[in-house]
């Protein structure tokens, strides 16, 4: 004999498959949401770093100009001239021709990477190379003047 299912435990039963489907769907749908849309970036012609037209005319970077065909251009904020960092580091960097070479030459290259760090690239670049150079022109230049010194002694 078959058992007689009351019409109470049948809407029971079909209660708790609706309840399993339900739970069977939610595992298949994704816990993570999915990102929100890439925002336009382009990228620098000259130095390649990512920058938002959207926001600037220009690279935050390096300070060339990205406008679109018809916009105004606008000066970048540093078009102005070197930075006081990049001009303290060639101040260093000359300074190392005749006092202390490697400590100057070391104080200008510093110099110039952190401004050339902080976005005033082509003057940081000018400070460590003017320092690099004067360094080592310090160098033969100190030597040089004691081996004069020490030739003319008797």
């Not at 065909?69 to 904020?77: C, N, R, V």
């Not at 930075?83 to 104080?107: D, E, I, Y």
Request: aromatic fraction near 6%.
């Amino acid at each position: 004999m078959g058992k007689k299912v009351s019409k109470q435990r049948a809407e029971e039963i079909r209660r708790q498959h609706e309840v399993e489907e339900e739970i069977r769907r939610a595992r298949a749908r994704p816990a993570i949401p999915s990102p929100p849309p890439p925002v336009s970036k382009s990228r620098c012609p000259q130095c390649n770093s990512p920058f938002d037209p959207a926001l600037t005319n220009f690279c935050p970077r390096c300070g060339y100009p990205q406008s679109p065909q018809g916009a105004e251009l606008q000066a970048p904020p540093h078009a102005a001239g070197p930075s006081f960092l990049a001009r303290a580091g060639v101040v260093a960097g000359l300074l190392a021709l005749l006092f202390f070479p490697p400590v100057l030459g070391a104080v200008g290259v510093l110099l110039g990477m952190i401004a050339y760090a902080r976005g005033d690239t082509r003057w940081g670049i000018a400070a460590a190379v003017v320092s690099v150079f004067c360094a080592g022109a310090g160098m033969v230049i100190g030597v040089a003047v004691m081996e004069w010194v020490q030739s003319a002694r008797p």
